[in-house]
């Protein structure tokens, strides 16, 4: 997960299959694919002029190859070891 601005973030493909989630005070927006289920952002409650987003559905990023910044699978949870 990363932040940036609202105006930092373009949706540009897959727009129509983005499902919003809210809970609580319903105050923050969390997106996620409706079709494959992965989280791909949301508008914080704490700072709603930014989003947190998945650094792994920027096109032409890996966040494997990061290296200072550590990363999960989605598979192997670091609290199952």
């Known amino acids: 997960m990363a932040s940036v601005a609202l105006s930092g973030l373009r949706v540009i493909k897959g727009q129509e299959l983005l499902?919003?989630?809210q809970f609580n005070t319903m105050t923050a927006k969390h997106f996620f694919c409706s079709?494959?289920?992965i989280y791909t952002h949301h508008q914080r409650r704490s700072n709603p002029?930014?989003?947190?987003?998945n650094v792994?559905?920027?096109v032409g990023v890996n966040p494997f190859e990061i290296e200072?910044?550590?990363t999960n699978d989605g598979v192997h949870h670091p609290a199952d070891s």
């Not at 002029?49 to 987003?53: C, I, L, P, Q, V």
């Open 19 to 21: 499902t919003m989630y």
């Open 35 to 37: 079709k494959c289920g």
């Open 49 to 53: 002029e930014e989003y947190g987003f």
């Open 56 to 58: 792994g559905c920027l």
């Open 68 to 70: 200072q910044v550590p």
